[in-house]
Nanobody, 120 residues
Framework: QVQLAESGGGFVQPGGSLRLSCAVS????????MGWYRQAPGKQRELVAD???????NYADSVRGRFTISRDAAKNTVTLQMNSLKSADTAVYYC??????????????WGQGTQVTVSS
C-alpha cells in the first residue's frame, strides 16, 4: 500500500506565497514522478506541475514563472513553492505520485487534497 501525506495550504492575500509539501510512504520499488494538480469549484482537475525521477519538470502555462516544484528523492517528498498568488489559484490542490510497484508496472496514487484560498 502507498500513502501520500500532504501539508501546507491555507489562506493568503493576492501576491502572497504558500508552500505545499507531500511525502510518499509505503511499499514500492521506486517513484517515477510526483506532481500537483488542482481543482476549483465547478472545474475539472488540472495539472499544476510535475517532476520526474530525472528531475524533468513540467508546468501549466498559468503558473510558469510563479510556482516552483522540487523533490527530495532521499525523503520521497515533493514541494510546490507558490509565489505571486492570484485569486485564480484558489482551488483544492492534490498531490499525485506515480510509483513503480515492480520494474514493469506503475500505479498512480493521490493525496487527500489541501485547500488553497487566495483572497483579499
Amino acid at each position: 500500500q502507498v500513502q501520500l501525506a500532504e501539508s501546507g495550504g491555507g489562506f493568503v492575500q493576492p501576491g502572497g506565497s504558500l508552500r505545499l509539501s507531500c511525502a510518499v510512504s509505503g511499499t514500492f520499488f521506486s517513484i517515477y514522478s510526483m506532481g500537483w494538480y488542482r481543482q476549483a469549484p465547478g472545474k475539472q482537475r488540472e495539472l499544476v506541475a510535475d517532476i520526474t525521477s530525472s528531475s524533468t519538470t513540467n508546468y501549466a502555462d498559468s503558473v510558469r514563472g510563479r510556482f516552483t516544484i522540487s523533490r527530495d528523492a532521499a525523503k520521497n517528498t515533493v514541494t510546490l513553492q507558490m509565489n505571486s498568488l492570484k485569486s485564480a489559484d484558489t482551488a483544492v490542490y492534490y498531490c499525485n505520485a506515480v510509483v513503480r510497484i515492480t520494474l514493469s508496472s506503475r500505479e498512480s496514487y493521490w493525496g487527500q487534497g489541501t485547500q488553497v484560498t487566495v483572497s483579499s
